[in-house]
């Protein structure tokens, strides 16, 4: 390129990827030969066309598209074992800087202890295909995902599913109907209990994908 030729969508989502995977636009510019203002210009106009689509919005599945989503876990599953999983649920610490006394009431919420970093917790779910059906800035970095869970709108969605839908979790979630977690402690060592915290797995994974 010689750099007088129109900037094209396919080099607009290329500078947005690379920014979004941590680049700068040193990464392109020799390649694609934009300046820095434009680099910065064509990532924030592509993220703002992303965000206006439509077709691209996060929504969770009406009761007319369970059996879709579905389908798409039955289709990763061995052999289609697990049939009825809707949706891949975990929780994600997402940092940030220490917040300000005048800023919140509570500073030491959104420190956890276990990532040992300020934060605060999201909720999300997404489908087989690692694409977002949910997320939400659920609570202060410090709450653990139940309680996190519970403040959220998709808590009363996992109530309202007919039988035999569930959601895939981890450990750190509390069983119900409709929200199904791996066995722990001493019962995951028992050759049935394994069996289904592997299959289980193949679903669950999806989020961790997700996350990336």
């Given at each position: 390129?010689?750099?007088?030729?129109?900037?094209?969508?396919?080099?607009?989502?290329?500078?947005?990827?690379?920014?979004?995977?941590?680049?700068?636009?040193?990464?392109?510019?020799?390649?694609?030969?934009?300046?820095?203002?434009?680099?910065?210009?064509?990532?924030?106009?592509?993220?703002?066309?992303?965000?206006?689509?439509?077709?691209?919005?996060?929504?969770?599945?009406?009761?007319?598209?369970?059996?879709?989503?579905?389908?798409?876990?039955?289709?990763?599953?061995?052999?289609g074992i697990m049939?009825?999983?809707?949706?891949?649920?975990?929780?994600?610490?997402?940092?940030?800087?220490?917040?300000?006394?005048?800023?919140?009431?509570?500073?030491?919420?959104?420190?956890?202890?276990?990532?040992?970093?300020?934060?605060?917790?999201?909720?999300?779910?997404?489908?087989?295909?690692?694409?977002?059906?949910?997320?939400?800035?659920?609570?202060?970095?410090?709450?653990?995902?139940?309680?996190?869970?519970?403040?959220?709108?998709?808590?009363?969605?996992?109530?309202?599913l007919p039988p035999?839908?569930?959601?895939?979790?981890?450990?750190?979630?509390?069983?119900?109907?409709?929200?199904?977690?791996?066995?722990?402690?001493?019962?995951?060592?028992?050759?049935?209990?394994?069996?289904?915290?592997?299959?289980?797995?193949?679903?669950?994974?999806?989020?961790?994908?997700?996350?990336?």
């Amino acid at each position: 390129m010689t750099g007088m030729e129109p900037i094209c969508c396919e080099i607009m989502l290329h500078c947005m990827i690379r920014y979004l995977a941590g680049g700068s636009y040193h990464d392109v510019r020799a390649t694609v030969f934009i300046s820095k203002p434009s680099f910065y210009r064509l990532v924030w106009h592509t993220i703002d066309c992303i965000n206006s689509c439509q077709a691209l919005d996060v929504k969770l599945p009406g009761i007319d598209e369970l059996n879709c989503v579905r389908e798409g876990f039955k289709r990763i599953s061995a052999d289609g074992i697990m049939n009825g999983c809707v949706g891949a649920l975990d929780g994600y610490l997402l940092r940030i800087t220490a917040p300000s006394f005048a800023g919140c009431q509570n500073v030491a919420a959104y420190f956890s202890g276990h990532y040992c970093t300020y934060g605060v917790n999201v909720q999300a779910m997404c489908d087989a295909d690692c694409r977002f059906l949910f997320f939400a800035l659920a609570a202060p970095g410090k709450t653990n995902d139940v309680v996190a869970l519970r403040k959220t709108s998709l808590s009363a969605w996992l109530e309202s599913l007919p039988p035999r839908f569930f959601v895939a979790s981890d450990c750190a979630y509390s069983i119900t109907e409709h929200l199904v977690a791996p066995y722990s402690g001493l019962q995951r060592f028992s050759e049935w209990c394994d069996k289904f915290n592997f299959f289980l797995l193949q679903l669950r994974i999806r989020i961790e994908m997700a996350f990336g």
